[in-house]
Structure formats: structure tokens, C-alpha cells
């Protein structure tokens, strides 16, 4: 499911509030498994089985013979699934999942927090219970139980970490050293080291998972805040910007690790960010084992070890697609902790987003899109199964459908004399609803059609007939965690809030928080009118919609436009929402990357 924080909850989160009202958070005992999609299982298992020395469980195959998926065991509570890729050239990173002890109740504590949940957990085809949602950067998070006949179920003590070898610790305490609660504390049999011509598995402890991050902030507010992560660690490559931090599972010894972006990298490359951590307690003999297995494997990457900026010593390997695994000791090269970092995160960047039908939403995350944007009013008018089914598939999309277009049918009027005040509300409700299940936050209110003045029909109360709508789709735009933005058009395509300074005026009368304002570049220069007004606009600007006005087609060169001034704009207000592309082509493949890389030089703020 989509993660949906909405404003509220959001505000609850930082400030406190309502703590004594909600369910309690289930416990969150560790990693019990990371997901991957492979291009080549062959590959993948040469490098998961043969190099690593996993154990494969529970392979399982479609009704045509084909692999649906596998798991390869790391230890009795944790494991690494693969699957066969969904789209060639996509990100690696199919899943995260949690081990809790009660998957409904965090369902049930989840939706509390305002995260949108599923309406009920799954019970899995090996026998686990489990249900997912989205984090703020679009990356799937499952949490999940096993039942006790289940291949997969824990054999010993779930609820702990894999315990460090004893044996490494007692080779070298100076480098193992630190609490017992930062080495682990799980009741496992203690692993003992690798000799070069081991055929076991080079490590039994998955510490930790790392997971790209485009916005400090959210990711927080959502792990942290609602999840009770708690903060361990922060570093920096280059001591200007803060690059990793760290955040523990609040009932457990693993954590994730957020690999800090102000642009995420495109999806073809994200292998070597999105990673696992494997635990190996002396680094020269895992090395050594590797080596040892790697032709054998078939294994040609360089293998060697190095000291990272947390001071541990580490080995990098890829499997066939190029996600890593990350071989780590526990402790530092002297037992003496590596500082934590005081450098700012990344600074947050405009994201860049496209108006789609969901046919092409595929084609959006293949490109590399932040989000897309749906057209509302088609949602609105979907048949509950058909709308179920386009749930289901947008759970599937790792791009998040962010943001809605065409708010209103022509048919439901907003002006005139035929305003129909429980018809429109009765539409809003059911299609903010329905936007909020597919993670929309930003509703476009365009409409040319829905608020077209009649001829004759006073143009003052048009005016106050739009204040008044605007007022009325407030609260329950706030219910939904969606903010309605006013979009001035053209006049070829309505008569009344064509400019952006008009809008601005809209906005002032109605004079709510959810309501605020939206430039298009398009209708601006059909206008006519100065990108100045951006700088009155402001911190009220909270969407934007780009196209070339020679033709109303994707903005494919900074130079077929005078694009600057208006970009430069945006970055004097301090911009960093969301700018969709909402024009026309007949080569998405094409256009679709080179409209994206346009806006994102267009947007990069120096």
C-alpha cells in the first residue's frame, strides 16, 4: 500500500498529540527478510548460493513452470528472497521486511498513525501473515509473521538478533568491543570463522539494510516517528553534507541504513545503494573464503577489503545485476567508535513528475520519474472493481501516484445557475477518498469546463460561487490529506481565473490551508504574464505543471523556451515541491527521459 501521512497526523507526529488515544505499536524484532528482483536466476544463485554459501528454500514456481520466487536462508530468522525481475533496467529493491508479533495490530496502529493500510493482513503461500505499505520514498516495507509450520518460521528465539560469534570476540575484543546490546544479544549457536575452503555460508547475521532516501524528514517521521526506529549513527563522505544515517529497530538489533540523496540516482543504477549488510566476524578470513569460492561462482569482481568511514572494515560484492552485498565486521578497526556526523542532510530538490494514464505508469518508473499524476476525474468514475484492481496495481509501483489532475467533469458545475452543492460534495468525497487510497497529497483544480461562467450569468457571483466551492472542498480535502491547488487557465479553455494573479486573488478569499495556488508554465506563457508573479506567490506556490508552448508538448531543451527566468523564480521563493510535465507525445520512451533530465537541469538550484 501507499504510504499516506496526512497533515494532521503529521502534526501529531512532531508535536505529540493524540498518543493516549491510538493503539499501542506492536514490537519490531529485526529484519526478517530482504527482497531483490533478478534479471538471471541462474546468475543470481551462482552469487547467493555458490559465493555466499546460502542455503536455498522454498523455491516457487507459476502455474507455466517459470519461477515466481525463491528464498536463500541466512540464518533461522532471515532470509534474502529473489524474484524475477519485472521491467529490465528497474530498480533491484523489491522489499523490506519487519518481523513483528502481531501483523494486525500494526495494521491496526499503522492506520491510526494515518498510514494508509491495507483493509486486511494476507496470510502468505509459506504459511506467513503479512501485509505492506509504502514508505515516503515509495519503497515497500512488509511486515510480517510466521506461523510455526511455515519453511520460513524462525527456529529459535525470533524476537532477538543472531547472536555475534563468541569465537570473534574472543579473538580480538579490542575490535568487537561496545555493549553487549550493540553486539546482539539473540540465542543462536555461535558461528564459527571461516576457513578458505568453508563451503557454509560467509555470514549468519543480515545487520542491516540500506535503502535510498530522497528526503531526510519524511523518512524520519515515518521510521522514527511512527515506527520507533531509533537513531544510532550519522555519517558523512566528504564532511560537508551528511551522506548515511542509521536508525535500529526499536525491539531488535538490526537497522536500516538511509543512503541520503537530494536526487535519487535512475532506477538502472540503484544496486550498489540499495544493499544488505552481512556480518562476518574477521574480515582477512571472509576474504580469504570468497576467494577461494569466486571462480568456482563465477565471480570476477575485484574482491577488496577496506576501511569505510564508519572505521569498520568492509568488502563489497555484486551479484549479476549489480545490488551489493555488504560484508562487515561489528566493530571498528580499534574498538573505538566512529564519531557521528554533525553535516546537514542534502538539500531537498524539486521533484519531477508526469501526467499519465495508468497504462503508462510502468513506462514512468522505467524512466525514472519521482511520481506521476493522475487524472481524478477518470478515477472518480471507475467501477469499484476496476478501482480495486488499479489499487492493487499502483501497491505494485515502486513511483508513487503523488499528485491529480482534472479534478471535475464538465458535468458538475461549479458556477452558474446550475450549481448543484450536494452533487459536488458528494463527488468529492468519494473521489478524494479514492485518491487518498492511491497516496495523491496534491489535487489539481483546473476543470476549465466545471467552472466556465454562462453567458449573461454575473461574474461576481461566479467569483463567490468559486470561493464558496473552495471553502466547502476544504475539510474534506483536509480528511483526506490531500491539498487542493487552484490552477489558472487560459482563456481559450475557460473565462474566469486565467491568470496566476487571479488565482492568487482566489486563494486570498478562500482563505484555507488546504487550498493553495498553481503556476503552469504553459498557461502562463499563453498569458502572457511575467514569471515575476512567482516571487508573489511564494511559499503559497505548492505545484507546478510544465509544457512547451510551441505545440503543449514535453519540454525536451532548455533552450526551445525562456524557461530561465521562470526556474529562476522558482528557486529565489525557496521551491522545492513537485513539477509535473502535463503535455502531449507520441514517443513516451523517447520524450519521457529527455523531458525528465530537461526539468531536472532546469531545476537544479545553485
Not at 541466512?74 to 502481531?102: C, K, M, W, Y
Amino acid at each position: 500500500m501507499n504510504l499516506l501521512l496526512t497533515l494532521p497526523a503529521l502534526v501529531a507526529v512532531m508535536l505529540g498529540f493524540g498518543a493516549s488515544s491510538e493503539p499501542p505499536r506492536p514490537r519490531l524484532t529485526g529484519i526478517a527478510h530482504v527482497a531483490f528482483y533478478v534479471h538471471d536466476i541462474d546468475k543470481a544463485r551462482a552469487f547467493y548460493r555458490d559465493l555466499l554459501g546460502y542455503t536455498e528454500v522454498s523455491p516457487m514456481k507459476n502455474a507455466d513452470g517459470s519461477l515466481r520466487l525463491t528464498y536463500f536462508k541466512v540464518n533461522d530468522r532471515q532470509f534474502i528472497e529473489l524474484l524475477p525481475e519485472r521491467a529490465a533496467g528497474s530498480d533491484r529493491l523489491a522489499h523490506i521486511a519487519l518481523a513483528t508479533e502481531d501483523v494486525e495490530g500494526m495494521r491496526v496502529y499503522l492506520k491510526a498513525r494515518g498510514v494508509a493500510v491495507p483493509d486486511k493482513v494476507t496470510l502468505g503461500t509459506v504459511g506467513n501473515t503479512n501485509f505492506s505499505v509504502k514508505d515516503p520514498d515509495g519503497h515497500a516495507v512488509e511486515f510480517v509473521s510466521y506461523s510455526a509450520d511455515s519453511p520460513l518460521a524462525p527456529q529459535a528465539n525470533p524476537s532477538r538478533g543472531v547472536r555475534l560469534p563468541s569465537s570473534a570476540r574472543a579473538a580480538n575484543p579490542a575490535r568487537h568491543g561496545g555493549s553487549r546490546r550493540s553486539l546482539g544479544e539473540g540465542g543462536q549457536p555461535d558461528e564459527q570463522r571461516l576457513q578458505p575452503d568453508d563451503k557454509g555460508p560467509v555470514s549468519s547475521i543480515l545487520r542491516h539494510a540500506g535503502i535510498l532516501v530522497g528526503a531526510l524528514d519524511p523518512a524520519m517521521a515515518f521510521y522514527r516517528d511512527i515506527l520507533g526506529l531509533r537513531e544510532t549513527w550519522r555519517g558523512s563522505s566528504d564532511s560537508r553534507t551528511l551522506s548515511w544515517v542509521n536508525v535500529q529497530l526499536p525491539d531488535g538489533d538490526d537497522y536500516l541504513e538511509f543512503m541520503l540523496y537530494s536526487a535519487l540516482p535512475p532506477e538502472n543504477v540503484r544496486g550498489s545503494q540499495h544493499h544488505i549488510c552481512l556480518v562476518v566476524p574477521d574480515m582477512s578470513a571472509a576474504a580469504a573464503a570468497v576467494q577461494a569460492r569466486a571462480a568456482g561462482a563465477g565471480y570476477t569482481r575485484p574482491i577488496e577489503p577496506r576501511t569505510g568511514i564508519n572505521r569498520k572494515r568492509q568488502l563489497n560484492l555484486y551479484d549479476g545485476d549489480g545490488t551489493r552485498s555488504e560484508l562487515m565486521e561489528p566493530g571498528t578497526i580499534d574498538g573505538t567508535p566512529a564519531p557521528s556526523s554533525t553535516a546537514p542532510p542534502p538539500a531537498a530538490r524539486i521533484r519531477v513528475g508526469v501526467c499519465l494514464d495508468p497504462a503508462q505508469f510502468d513506462a514512468a518508473q522505467v524512466a525514472g520519474f519521482d511520481y506521476v499524476e493522475i487524472n481524478a476525474s477518470k478515477v472518480a468514475g471507475l467501477p469499484d472493481d476496476e478501482f480495486q484492481q488499479l489499487v492493487k496495481r499502483v501497491q505494485q509501483l515502486r513511483v508513487p501516484v503523488a499528485a491529480a489532475n482534472v479534478f471535475l467533469p464538465g458535468t458538475i458545475k461549479i458556477v452558474g445557475p446550475d450549481v448543484d452543492k450536494e452533487k459536488q460534495e458528494a463527488y468529492a468525497r468519494t473521489c478524494l477518498a479514492r485518491l487518498k487510497a492511491l497516496g495523491v497529497t496534491v489535487q489539481v483544480l483546473g476543470s476549465g469546463g466545471a467552472r466556465r461562467v454562462p453567458d449573461g450569468f454575473s461574474r461576481d457571483e461566479a467569483f463567490a460561487q468559486l470561493v464558496d466551492f473552495c471553502r466547502r472542498m476544504a475539510p474534506i480535502a483536509r480528511e483526506n490529506g490531500i491539498t487542493i491547488v487552484i490552477e489558472p487557465l487560459r482563456r481559450q479553455e475557460t473565462n474566469i481565473i486565467n491568470t496566476e494573479k487571479e488565482g492568487l486573488a482566489l486563494m486570498k478569499a478562500v482563505d484555507r490551508p488546504e487550498v493553495r495556488i498553481l503556476v503552469d508554465y504553459y498557461h502562463l506563457s499563453e498569458e502572457n504574464e511575467s514569471p515575476d508573479i512567482l516571487l508573489e506567490s511564494g511559499k503559497d506556490l505548492a505545484h507546478v505543471h510544465v509544457a512547451n508552448p510551441k505545440g503543449r508538448v514535453y519540454p525536451l531543451a532548455a533552450d526551445e523556451s525562456p524557461y530561465a527566468p521562470f526556474f529562476a523564480n522558482l528557486c529565489r521563493i525557496g521551491y522545492t515541491g513537485r513539477v509535473s510535465i502535463e503535455g502531449s507525445t507520441t514517443n513516451f520512451e523517447v520524450d519521457g527521459p529527455k523531458g525528465l533530465a530537461t526539468l531536472r537541469a532546469l531545476t537544479a538550484c545553485r
